[in-house]
């Protein structure tokens, strides 16, 4: 899949006629595959998708979620399993989110060599989301992706982030298709896991991920391509002394290694419990103990 970031004020065209997918593609959930699966059987041209170096609600000044699912880098790595030959990414600001949607078709669509088009039967475009693909149908072919339901749940990104803050990783990856991940970096703690015989991996995450439900997770650590279960934390420590902001560290039991500096993924798999404040370290002890024992429900 070769990679393009574009100037969408200054874009080259394409090499190729192509088929192009649109939308953000957060979380690249289920419906998000329906689509890229649907151009890559269908399309009549080579096969692209387009999507932003960062939410458009970052740029916005409302109550909708700042937050990613999934960075720039775990899109790629995700959308690259569908076999789509161009990853287009538009590095959008103010002016971007004003273009109309006959400036977004003539100023992009067009200079790309758009010829048809994939998108949910949601999606729209332009200045205040004017643009539909009922528009899009006056330009291209249009193919519109009925929207997924699972359960009685909607398959959206809304909804998989309001699972994973409410601690639901299991249903919010049962609506993606696959795990919840965040990617980070080994970084230096304040040892005090090691202060209690529990040394963890703690995490400086990559990008500005949606923060599950304060608690304990059962969770899959990748660490240099090696997958290892674990017990991940995520919170402010209240037993040990409030963080300002909350963290994310893994425990990964009897594994011993200095991996400061590595990237690590961790997958959330279940929630075990909320985090709390206890009444002594003992007691935390005690708690993290049985915690790496629920480990063994998944072997």
Not at 92 to 119: A, G, M, R, T, Y
Not at 153 to 172: F, P, W, Y
């Amino acid at each position: 899949m070769k990679v393009e970031v574009l100037d969408y004020k200054n874009i080259k065209p394409a090499e190729d006629n192509l088929s192009i997918c649109l939308g953000y593609f957060d979380g690249v959930h289920l419906g998000h595959a329906k689509i890229f699966n649907s151009c890559r059987q269908d399309s009549s041209f080579k096969t692209a998708v387009m999507t932003f170096d960062k939410p458009v609600s970052s740029l916005l000044d409302n109550d909708k979620s700042k937050e990613v699912i999934t960075s720039l880098d775990d899109r790629f790595r995700m959308i690259n399993r569908f076999q789509i030959d161009y990853y287009y990414i538009i590095k959008i600001d103010q002016e971007f989110l004003d273009l109309s949607p006959e400036e977004f078709i003539s100023n992009i669509l067009d200079k790309l060599n758009v010829k048809e088009v994939f998108c949910g039967t949601d999606y729209t475009f332009g200045k205040y989301g004017k643009g539909t693909p009922k528009l899009l149908k006056k330009h291209y072919k249009v193919h519109s992706i009925d929207l997924l339901d699972i359960d009685n749940q909607k398959v959206s990104t809304r909804n998989i982030i309001s699972l994973i803050k409410e601690g639901s990783v299991k249903d919010a990856s049962r609506l993606m298709g696959h795990n919840y991940q965040m990617c980070g970096v080994v970084v230096h703690g304040h040892n005090r896991g090691e202060s209690i015989g529990y040394p963890t991996e703690n995490v400086k995450l990559s990008s500005n991920y949606v923060i599950p439900r304060y608690g304990v997770y059962k969770t899959i650590a990748y660490i240099s391509g090696v997958p290892h279960l674990a017990i991940a934390n995520v919170g402010v420590h209240p037993t040990v002394g409030e963080e300002m902001e909350p963290i994310v560290e893994v425990h990964i039991p009897n594994y011993v290694s200095d991996d400061y500096g590595k990237t690590i993924y961790v997958e959330f798999l279940e929630f075990v419990r909320p985090e709390r404040k206890f009444d002594s370290l003992e007691a935390l002890k005690a708690q993290i103990t049985s915690d790496i024992l629920s480990l063994n429900n998944l072997l």
